[in-house]
């Protein structure tokens, strides 16, 4: 690695977008991973469509408490 960089010709925000959708990365423990992917398997579905649904779930029952 350089000690020293020229970005003197550099473009500030040339690769920026204001409409890019970020996926970030969820780390679930073990216990919650087999459940979630026991609920997919049976259902025949993907473990992002079981997490989805269990969370609005959740949205749903604290919007009703409040």
């Known amino acids: 690695m350089r000690k020293e960089y020229d970005f003197s010709k550099g473009e500030r925000g040339k690769f920026y977008?204001?409409?890019?959708?970020?996926?970030?990365?969820?780390?679930?423990?073990?216990?919650?991973l087999k459940f979630v992917e026991n609920i997919a398997k049976r259902k025949g579905t993907d473990m992002s469509s079981v997490v989805n649904k269990l969370l609005r779930g959740d949205m749903l029952i604290s919007e009703a408490m409040e």
């Open 17 to 32: 977008r204001t409409d890019a959708k970020l996926n970030l990365p969820i780390y679930l423990d073990d216990e919650i």
